[in-house]
Nanobody, 121 residues
Framework: QVQLVESGGGLVVPGGSLRLSCLASGFTFSTYTMSWYRQVPERERELVAHIGTAGDSTNYEDFAKGRFTISRDNTKNAVYLQMNSLKSEDTAVYYC??????????????WGQGTQVTVSS
């Protein structure tokens, strides 16, 4: 059974930090690229950051550059999002997404259930 379970969300004041975690099970984690997305009500889910299978290739949306860091630990089947200098506009539900296996003709896409991040004083 495939599972992506996010954790680490919560309430934080502007300028604060949070570290989100996403633990995966039920598939070969190291063969999947991983991403973090976020969504606020009545808006499209948007990409935050993406990381390759080995963790040596990362990409960020402009709003995340310099503040957020995506990383993964294939020994723990986990992907992380370190978020610093948080702003009120970062308030959203954050989701992790897995796509793979790489180099496969048939690609699967899995989503977690999301974790709420609220940035407010």
């Amino acid at each position: 059974q495939v599972q992506l379970v996010e954790s680490g969300g919560g309430l934080v004041v502007p300028g604060g930090s949070l570290r989100l975690s996403c633990l995966a099970s039920g598939f070969t984690f190291s063969t999947y690229t991983m991403s973090w997305y976020r969504q606020v009500p009545e808006r499209e889910r948007e990409l935050v950051a993406h990381i390759g299978t080995a963790g040596d290739s990362t990409n960020y949306e402009d709003f995340a550059k310099g503040r957020f860091t995506i990383s993964r630990d294939n020994t723990k089947n986990a992907v992380y999002l370190q978020m610093n200098s948080l702003k009120s506009e970062d308030t959203a539900v954050y989701y992790c997404k897995a796509v793979g296996p790489i180099d496969s003709v048939s690609v699967n896409t899995y989503w977690g259930q999301g974790t709420q991040v609220t940035v407010s004083s």
